[in-house]
């Protein structure tokens, strides 16, 4: 099924308002999140009420990928093709290698377990940033008395970057790694830290507030352009300028570029994926 959509993007593109098609590729999950694109040529992405991730080959269609996977919900890759996962009812985050090996990388803060992992990066160097909300009944069941944004190292070493009032959901990095985006549900706000050689974060800023709808999840392009699945799929530049909007039939919860010129933006949205071919790359981080 193809919908048409109308995709102002004079500023961004500079030629005026074009017409986009949008493809629902995928469809008939219970709620879909996480998608990111292997080198490999497919795309990996989590059917989160049912705890399982599903692959979309180019030509085959969906097929199974992971099961029991105790909630996953944000999934990323690094260099080497291992798979990171946040994982919400077990409360933890793990990396899974090619061979199906299961490792955690954090579940725990100062002896208390995490609320609820949900979105994740992998910067190029193997810095890993997650956030850590707590929704629904896991609220009420957390243990600790913050919600957080951490950083492991390549080294396996954990650090909270931030605790802010509002839930962070989503996070993407910059095309040079050195800027960690996190959007917040509640405050309806993207904030932006400065990432350092040590993958260190500081000079915490929010860069876009206003938003229409709960932001989560979010992609970045090579030129440092976000979209951001909220009420619609929202587009601004690297300085937080608004720039357009992407309609789809169904409120989206992430994205991700893929395709083999990494010029397809897919996008999760409740029950379905989606995908728009743009004319411009996404950022690679591995």
């Given at each position: 099924?193809?919908?048409?959509l ?37 795309l ?12 979309i ?20 890759l ?75 190292t ?30 917040n ?30 932001p ?13 699945a ?57």
């Amino acid at each position: 099924m193809k919908l048409s959509l109308w995709l102002f993007t004079l500023a961004l593109y500079a030629q005026g308002p074009n017409l986009l098609q949008v493809e629902r590729v995928a469809s008939n999950f219970h709620y879909v999140q996480g998608p990111v694109w292997s080198r490999e040529g497919f795309l990996i992405f989590s059917d989160i009420p049912t705890s399982t991730q599903h692959q979309i080959v180019p030509g085959e269609g969906v097929v199974p990928y992971r099961d029991k996977t105790e909630g996953a919900n944000g999934n990323a890759l690094d260099e080497r093709g291992r798979l990171y996962v946040t994982e919400a009812h077990a409360r933890r985050v793990v990396r899974v290698d090619k061979k199906g090996k299961v490792e955690v990388l954090a579940d725990r803060w100062e002896g208390k377990r995490l609320n609820a992992p949900n979105g994740i990066v992998v910067r190029h160097d193997g810095h890993v940033y997650f956030t850590d909300p707590a929704f629904g009944k896991e609220n009420d069941t957390r243990e600790l008395d913050f919600f957080g944004v951490y950083h492991i190292t390549p080294k396996g070493e954990i650090e909270v970057i931030a605790k802010p009032a509002g839930r962070p959901k989503g996070v993407a990095l910059s095309p040079n790694g050195k800027i960690l985006y996190v959007s917040n549900a509640d405050e309806r706000n993207i904030r932006a830290y400065d990432l350092d050689r040590a993958g260190a974060a500081a000079n915490e800023r929010i860069l876009i507030s206003g938003i229409e709808g709960i932001p989560g999840g979010m992609a970045v392009d090579e030129k440092g352009v976000l979209y951001i699945a909220a009420r619609k799929l929202l587009i601004y530049s690297a300085d937080g300028t608004a720039k357009g909007v992407i309609e789809l039939a169904e409120t989206p919860s992430n994205c991700a570029f893929g395709d083999a010129d990494f010029q397809g933006l897919y996008i999760t949205a409740q029950t379905s994926v989606y995908r728009v071919r743009l004319s411009v790359k996404g950022a690679v981080q591995y």
